[in-house]
């Protein structure tokens, strides 16, 4: 308790918090983290449904897996605690931006406006070749007819508008979170296992910019020697706690 009081102080100190979430902070809302154990997700190997030249040498593979597995979760998924938490401090003015590494738009549907999307949105998509963009809804419709779906303007193939592993990430997004990190006071990584890149290296950048280093995360991370504090309690226990505790 004393170390979220802690964050609390720091939070009403600063002007300038960059969030940087991971797969925890939805772990709340029914999607499963990259390691986590239901059956279904188990089913499909993430080393194939996650790769793009797997993508393009048998695309019903990653398909298959949205139709069965992705959709329907993504479906009855809601913004949790956490995620309506991390809005309101946007609204409240103490926030840069949420930058992420979940590709579930969540954050939007909390009502987070400046979001940065490291990994996309696999809510989105477009046709590989005539780039015209469906939702999610339009897409489970043109799946109905034909999988993998077909772009109803050029026959082509339609893919999610997510980075693969084996892509690179956005560019502009990339300098945009390096922008914000300039200026941020404070860090907060939340449900990040902090791992893979960029997400063990962006903490770094904010803390030799200046910041302060939070992690909040269930289990250890690589990072936490480096941190000014770490909390392993559940996202939207803290944030709920934080919010709270906002001095207007
Ligand atoms: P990760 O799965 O590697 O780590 C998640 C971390 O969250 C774990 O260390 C776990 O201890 C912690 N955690 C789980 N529930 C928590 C909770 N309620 N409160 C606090 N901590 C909690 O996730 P990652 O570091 O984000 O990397 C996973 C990769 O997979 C990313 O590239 C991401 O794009 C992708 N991914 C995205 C989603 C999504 O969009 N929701 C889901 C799974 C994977
Ligand atoms: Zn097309």
């Known amino acids: 308790m004393e170390l979220i009081e802690k964050l609390g102080d720091w939070v009403n100190e600063s002007k300038n918090i960059v969030v940087f979430t991971g797969a925890g902070v ?25 790769n793009i030249n797997y993508f393009y040498q048998d695309p019903s593979y990653y398909w298959n897996f949205f139709k069965e597995v992705r959709s329907p979760v993504l479906q009855k998924a809601k913004p949790n605690i956490a995620h309506k938490s991390i ?4 609204s409240l003015g103490k ?26 949105n696999t ?31 050029c026959n082509s193939l339609i893919r999610p508008q997510v980075v693969f592993f084996g892509e690179n990430l956005n560019p502009i997004i990339l300098s945009r979170a390096e922008k914000d990190l300039s200026q941020c006071d404070l860090f907060i990584a939340a449900g990040s ?20 280093l939070a992690i909040i995360n269930i289990d250890p991370t690589p990072l936490d020697s480096i941190a000014d504090l770490v909390i392993n309690i559940s996202v939207s226990e803290v944030f709920l706690k934080i919010v709270q505790g906002i001095k207007s």
């Not at 809005?87 to 946007?90: D, I, N, Q, T």
């Not at 930058?99 to 940065?116: C, F, M, P, R, V």
């Open 26 to 50: 939805s772990a709340e809302s029914g999607i499963p983290t990259y390691r986590g154990n239901d059956g279904l997700w188990e089913k499909y190997d993430p080393e194939k449904y996650a």
């Open 87 to 90: 809005a309101k401090l946007e």
């Open 95 to 120: 926030l840069k931006s949420v930058i992420t590494q979940n590709i579930d738009g969540l954050h939007k549907e909390a009502g987070s406006k400046n979001i940065l999307e490291l990994h996309g």
């Open 123 to 153: 809510r989105m998509f477009s046709c590989i070749k005539c780039k015209t963009e469906y939702r999610m809804d339009q897409v489970n419709k043109l799946l109905e007819k034909h999988l993998p779906p077909e772009c109803s303007k």
């Open 193 to 212: 296992s902090l791992v893979v890149q960029p997400a063990a290296s962006l903490p770094l950048i904010a803390k030799n910019n200046g910041a302060r």
